[in-house]
């Protein structure tokens, strides 16, 4: 079966750093999507790791180890519009199959 | 057009209607998905077309039948769904099954209630 792991909430105040963690094991793996979630809208793209390392995109980074089934999306400069959810997804064992985690809340306090 | 459209927004049903959800793109992306989504849930997936063929179907039972008349555009029929249906349905878009991007673009999600 697919089990993915990521915390349900994180609060952190504008300006700081917050690191979101996943973790998965997956039958099959392609590749691993983040995408964030504002309530009521549909997810939008952060970024997308194959290979192991750090991808760095302007005030969003995501990591990957595919030898740990793990990965992490980390988002610095904090601003209150980055209160949403955060869903990791690994594509699995087929193309395009996403399997999304549960989400993590991100709470931006001024 | 980096848009991905769908129709109706909100729609209410009885369990003995017919009704379809249709998503549009203009981006010419070869693969279209359907995904469910409840409250404070992450979406699951439904179906994928890859060129206009049906490539998954996550064992969703028959009264959700999915349709791609054209590379643009992807249908999804609904008909004697239960109360436990009533969800937000997301269609999305990626550019290339072959292995090339694999961005989904997602549409705002269809609200689906049925009484």
């Known amino acids: 079966g697919q089990n993915i792991d990521q915390p349900t909430e994180m609060t952190a105040t504008e300006g700081a750093i917050v690191q979101i963690n996943c973790t998965y094991q997956t039958s099959g793996f392609n590749g691993l999507f983040w995408y964030q979630q504002h309530a009521g809208e549909a997810p939008t793209f952060l970024s997308y790791?194959?290979?192991?390392g750090l991808e760095e995109k302007g005030r969003f980074s995501s990591f990957l180890s595919r030898s740990k089934g793990y990965s992490y999306l980390l988002l610095k400069e904090l601003q209150m519009k980055d209160s949403a959810s955060y869903l990791c997804a690994p594509e699995t064992d087929s193309w395009g199959k996403l399997q999304f985690g549960a989400g993590t809340q991100v709470v931006v306090t001024p | 057009d980096t848009e991905v459209t769908q129709t109706p927004k909100h729609l209410v049903m009885g369990m003995t209607n017919k009704k379809s959800l249709k998503c549009e793109q203009h981006m010419g992306h070869r693969a279209m998905y359907w995904y469910k989504q409840k409250a404070k849930k992450p979406p699951e997936l439904m179906f994928v077309y890859s060129y206009e063929k049906l490539s998954i179907n996550e064992s969703v039972p028959s009264r959700f039948s999915p349709e791609c008349p054209n590379s643009s555009l992807l249908n999804l029929h609904l008909h004697a769904l239960q109360p436990e249906d009533s969800a937000l349905y997301l269609c999305?878009?990626?550019?290339?099954?072959?292995?090339?991007?694999?961005?989904?673009?997602f549409g705002e999600g269809s609200r689906l209630t049925v009484l």
């Open positions: 790791n194959v290979l192991d």
């Open positions: 999305a878009s990626s550019q290339d099954p072959s292995g090339g991007a694999r961005e989904l673009f």
